[in-house]
């Protein structure tokens, strides 16, 4: 059967718009920030004492204990916006160079710690967990999840754009980025409470 001229451009354009799943360098690049990030974040926290983790360098700063649960709260809230809510969205084409500048800038300006940004209140830590140790296995868990996701994951990521209040629009992709990024920013934090002078020796 002889295609006509508009069917074959709808099934060039429905194609297109299907071959957006992450490449190869994508996948690497995320899969090695996930790894670094979570090592980074547990060698943090690793052997500190209660009093480490709950000292807070002025009384509207964050402890230790509180910067974890943070981290360990967003993985999952970030994970679901990435996997579900964002690929649930109608499917765009999107031009390469312009998710390829936003994947380029979006983690340095996320550990750039000169900029303040205030917690939505579902990210705000509450004690949740009853030990670090529960909290950590929790964080583990929810890491493990997230990086077998992009290991094995042929979602099309770079189809599905959910908007971002500071990066506008982004795609899927960019979300697992994000929360990676941010995994790194509040570790960052972590380290600023530990540098302080009066953080206890033990």
């Known amino acids: 059967m002889k295609l006509s001229t508009p069917t074959i451009l709808l099934a060039l354009t429905v194609g297109s718009l299907c071959a957006q799943e992450m490449t190869q360098e994508d996948r690497s690049i995320a899969m090695s920030s996930l790894h670094a990030t979570r090592k980074m974040f547990l060698d943090s926290v690793a052997g500190l ?3 480490q983790l709950s000292f807070k360098a002025a009384p509207d700063r964050w402890s230790i ?3 974890a649960e943070h981290i360990t709260l967003s993985e999952d809230l970030i994970f679901n916006i990435a996997t579900d809510r964002a690929m649930k969205t109608p499917m765009v084409k999107r ?5 390829k500048k936003i994947d380029a800038t979006m983690p340095k300006m996320l550990v750039d710690r000169s900029q303040k940004v205030q917690a939505p209140e579902a990210l705000k830590p509450s004690n949740k967990w009853k030990s670090m140790d529960d909290m950590l296995a929790e964080y583990k868990e929810r890491r493990n999840r997230t990086i077998e996701w992009v290991e094995k994951s042929d979602a099309d990521v770079r ?3 959910l908007p971002h209040p500071i990066f506008k629009e982004i795609d899927a992709y960019e979300w697992i980025l994000l929360l990676s990024g941010h995994s790194e920013r509040h570790t960052l934090q972590i380290l600023e409470v530990k540098a302080d002078p009066n953080f206890p020796q033990k």
């Open 159 to 161: 189809s599905h754009v």
């Open 49 to 51: 004492s209660p009093a």
């Open 95 to 99: 031009d390469a160079a312009t998710y």
């Open 65 to 67: 204990a509180e910067c």
